[in-house]
T-cell receptor, first 114, second 110 residues
Framework: QKEVEQDPGPLSVPEGAIVSLNCTYS??????FMWYRQYSRKGPELLMY????GNKEDGRFTAQVDKSSKYISLFIRDSQPSDSATYLC??????????????FGKGTLLTVNP | ETGVTQTPRHLVMGMTNKKSLKCEQH?????MYWYKQSAKKPLELMFV???????ENNSVPSRFSPECPNSSHLFLHLHTLQPEDSALYLC?????????FGQGTRLTVV
């Protein structure tokens, strides 16, 4: 079983739709959960960051973590064409020192159509 | 601009060439990383440096040789690569668990 599972899509939605992106994981030691957005030909950009379980909201974006189910989600409200990108989930254990090893999902390619 | 700069952005090299990728971070972070991103695969961690010391080598072939002269600079030296090494190579830095990535070097081995 892969450590992090993410449906690669592609996912195509109309402008204004609510988008739900998900990842499941198997390592119960993961404590830090992140979502990165990667535009074509660019590096990943940190979008949302959550420690342990719970919800976090930032504008149109909401990240949810359910550690009991080993399941994380990213919701995008009122999606815009500019949200079209690949979304990568990433997670890490409690690290030692100042370096943390991230384990990534494969990424979901999202297209928001005008 | 994330504060992590990678050069070159694109590189085409033959299998007998030697080249180097460069990464510089302006964030004051102590940890730096090399990741490999191939099509339809998750990002793969290659190397981790913490305070200039290598703390992780994720079973990377010896044709990839990292160098970290200080906490702000990271190099990846390449020699006798194979076509399957063609990928996007990403550098990242972190202080704690938040990692910030550069734009990557798109490497093509011919």
């Amino acid at each position: 079983q892969k450590e992090v599972e993410q449906d690669p899509g592609p996912l195509s939605v109309p402008e204004g739709a609510i988008v739900s992106l998900n990842c499941t994981y198997s390592n119960s030691a993961f404590q830090y959960f992140m979502w990165y957005r990667q535009y074509s030909r660019k590096g990943p950009e940190l979008l949302m960051y959550t420690y342990s379980s719970g919800n976090k909201e930032d504008g149109r974006f909401t990240a949810q973590v359910d550690k009991s189910s080993k399941y994380i989600s990213l919701f995008i409200r009122d999606s815009q064409p500019s949200d079209s990108a690949t979304y990568l989930c990433a997670m890490s254990e409690e690290g030692g020192g100042s370096n943390y090893k991230l384990t990534f999902g494969k990424g979901t390619l999202l297209t928001v159509n005008p | 601009e994330t504060g992590v700069t990678q050069t070159p952005r694109h590189l085409v090299m033959g299998m007998t060439n030697k080249k180097s990728l460069k990464c510089e971070q302006h964030l004051g972070h102590n940890a730096m990383y090399w990741y490999k991103q191939s099509a339809k695969k998750p990002l793969e961690l290659m190397f981790v440096y913490n305070f200039k010391e290598q703390t992780e080598n994720n079973s990377v072939p010896s044709r990839f040789s990292p160098e970290c002269p200080n906490s702000s600079h990271l190099f990846l030296h390449l020699h006798t690569l194979q076509p399957e090494d063609s990928a996007l190579y990403l550098c990242a830095s972190s202080q704690g668990s938040k990692a910030f990535f550069g734009q990557g070097t798109r490497l093509t081995v011919v």
